[in-house]
């Protein structure tokens, strides 16, 4: 079965550019979440969705941070304008219920210049 | 809240060495407990739970035992491997169902 698909793997931008992260739960799974990892402040959750319906997104830093879930088996994150402190690895993440296992992706590591 | 509370790495040992890294948890209830192993470039993937007192969750020679009375979980092997070099984060269920994990615990196994 495949796992948690996230697009692109690597992203190398620009300060002022939109960014937009992608992600594939896996199938079945009606959770889906969103972190971000850095050194200094470790693995953030941003924003979690529950049969598609943002749940919390008290984790989202800014208002430049946007999430959306437009069915089961898609979910983008996009940053606009992004900035050099938004350089991180983002993290998707999908489980059945919200309180189970979570089965992580390979991650997007983002650098913004 | 809830929050989960870890040692502070990096943990360096040398190969066959026995392992502990702490863990501890503040929580209302009883939560389900978890440890997530992360390897160098990966994403992070569960390595055990336990879902209640006294519960011993094992996987791949680690342990780690849920202990109600002192609020901990703490993750053990008897003998490390170069291979069990990564990031080891514990983690517990809230009540809103979120999962809070720790900071993360950096291991470094020598050959």
């Known amino acids: 079965d495949a796992g948690v698909i996230q697009s692109p793997r690597h992203e190398v931008t620009e300060m002022g550019q939109e960014v937009t992260l992608r992600c594939k739960p896996i199938?079945?799974?009606?959770?889906l979440f969103w972190y971000r990892q850095t050194m200094m402040r470790g693995l953030e959750l941003l924003i979690y969705?529950?049969?598609?319906?943002?749940?919390?997104d008290s984790g989202m830093p800014e208002d430049r941070f946007s999430a959306k879930m437009p069915n089961a088996s898609f979910s983008t994150l996009k940053i606009q304008p992004s900035e050099p402190r938004d350089s991180a690895v983002y993290f998707c993440?999908?489980?059945?219920?919200?309180?189970?296992?979570?089965?992580f992706g390979p991650g997007t590591r983002l650098t913004v210049t | 809240g809830d929050s989960v509370t870890q040692m502070e790495g990096p943990v360096t040992l040398s190969e066959e060495a026995f392992l502990t890294i702490n863990c501890t948890y503040t929580?209302?209830?009883?939560?389900?407990l978890f440890w997530y192993v992360q390897y160098p470039g990966e994403g992070l993937q569960l390595l055990l739970k336990?879902?209640?007192?006294?519960d011993k969750g094992s996987n791949k020679g680690f342990e780690a035992t849920y202990r109600k009375e002192t609020t901990s979980f703490h993750l053990e092997k008897g003998s490390v491997q170069v291979s069990d070099s990564a990031v080891y984060f514990c983690?517990?269920?809230?009540?809103?169902?979120?999962?809070?994990f720790g900071k993360g615990t950096r291991l470094h196994i020598l050959p």
């Open positions: 993440a999908s489980s059945r219920p919200p309180g189970y296992e979570q089965y």
């Open positions: 199938s079945g799974h009606n959770s």
């Open positions: 969705f529950n049969n598609n319906v943002p749940i919390d």
């Open positions: 929580a209302t209830g009883y939560p389900s």
């Open positions: 336990a879902t209640k007192a006294d």
């Open positions: 983690a517990l269920r809230g009540r809103d169902d979120k999962i809070i």
